[in-house]
């Protein structure tokens, strides 16, 4: 079958560091997208992962290890702005399809 | 480029109605999805076109139809309108796959549907 975990929810403060966790398990990969999506809003694309390692953008790098099946966002230099959903979703590796499976999304607050 | 356009912005309709949602994109993707989205929970895949003339089925494609006369645009039939089709619905587009290609789906702004 096919699950992706998040935790729901996590509380962090202005200027810290937070890392989310996603864990997957899935029929088939082809990539490991983190979006951003604050509330009412469309979801925004934020970081790709295809390969393992870390990807680094700006105050946003995302981690992938394919063995585990698992990924990590980690937010630095937290802003009161970053307070949004984030959502881990992989790419369906069957056919050339390009679907993505997400999970339910972690509810970031940033408290100043 | 508007990127990804979703009309009506909101809708409430009675059990048994029915409607069209309408999902527009100017950056000549191919790939086309329809999603909803539950409060407090992820996005789940309703259906999905490869390109004009094609669409398949997603996770939750059941009261739903949808068609791919135009490269452009993907609309969202509900017939038989019912409470538990109350979500927010949004449509997505991305480029062309190649292997492992980034290609990221851009989303828009989303449909808030209320069925009573």
């Known amino acids: 079958g096919q699950n992706i975990d998040q935790p729901t929810e996590m509380t962090a403060t202005e200027g810290a560091i937070v890392q989310i966790n996603c864990t997957y398990q899935t029929s088939g990969f082809n990539g490991l997208f983190w979006y951003q999506q604050h509330a009412g809003e469309a979801p925004t694309f934020l970081s790709y992962?295809?390969?393992?390692g870390l990807e680094e953008k700006g105050r946003f790098s995302s981690f992938l290890s394919r063995s585990k099946g698992y990924s990590y966002l980690l937010l630095k230099e937290l802003q009161m702005k970053d307070s949004a959903s984030y959502l881990c979703?992989?790419?369906?590796?069957?056919?050339?399809?390009?679907?993505?499976?997400f999970g339910q999304g972690t509810t970031l607050q940033v408290k100043p | 480029n508007a990127g990804v356009t979703q009309t009506p912005k909101f809708r409430i309709l009675k059990i048994g109605q029915s409607m069209t949602l309408q999902c527009t994109q100017d950056m000549n993707h191919n790939y086309m999805y329809w999603y909803r989205q539950d409060p407090g929970m992820g996005l789940k895949l309703i259906y999905y076109?490869?390109?004009?003339?094609?669409?398949d089925k997603g996770e939750v494609p059941n009261g739903y139809n949808v068609s791919r006369s135009t490269t452009e645009d993907f609309p969202l039939r509900l017939e038989l309108a019912a409470p538990s089709q109350t979500s927010v619905y949004f449509c997505a587009s991305s480029g062309r796959l190649s292997s492992g290609g980034e290609y990221e789906q851009y989303f828009g702004p989303g449909t808030r549907l209320t069925v009573t």
């Open positions: 992962n295809v390969l393992d």
């Open positions: 979703a992989v790419r369906d590796g069957s056919g050339n399809t390009g679907k993505l499976i």
């Open positions: 076109s490869v390109g004009a003339g094609i669409t």
